[in-house]
């Protein structure tokens, strides 16, 4: 069973960067796509990065140009660099990880805190 380990949580001024790195501890998840998800209190889940084994990388308009997600496929890891960080990037971030191309994520980290202060 794979397990994602979350690692980088912390507490920034605004206009800071941090970067949160996830690893399948397992080492033994050979499927398509990885991605961060975070979770603000009184709001929605979103997802905020995702990239797919090929590369292939999706981010939701807030944080474009700011965020970049990458992984290494050989090690079964997947990194968000988060740059200019704003007051509203203040969740709980999750990595994830899905078998195949499309669907819901099957593997759930078990969460990182971000908070960013003005």
């Keep these: 069973q794979v397990q994602l380990v979350e690692s980088g949580a912390g507490s920034?001024?605004?206009?800071?960067?941090?970067?949160?790195?996830?690893?399948d501890s397992t080492r033994t998840f050979s499927g398509d796509a990885m991605g961060w998800f975070?979770?603000?209190p009184g709001?929605?889940?979103e997802l905020v990065a995702?990239?797919?084994r090929k590369g292939l990388t999706y981010y939701i308009d807030s944080v474009q140009g700011r965020f970049?997600?990458?992984?290494?496929?050989?090690?079964?890891?997947?990194s968000l660099q988060m740059y200019?960080?704003?007051p509203e990037d203040t969740a709980v971030y999750y990595c994830a990880a899905r078998n195949r191309e499309f669907g819901p994520f099957d593997?759930?980290?078990?969460g990182s805190q971000v908070t960013v202060f003005s």
């Design 68 to 78: 970049f997600i990458s992984r290494d496929n050989a090690k079964n890891t997947v």
């Design 50 to 52: 995702r990239i797919s």
């Design 43 to 45: 709001k929605a889940g």
């Design 38 to 40: 975070r979770q603000s």
């Design 84 to 86: 200019l960080l704003k």
């Design 107 to 110: 593997y759930w980290g078990q």
């Design 12 to 23: 920034v001024q605004a206009g800071a960067s941090l970067t949160l790195s996830c690893a």
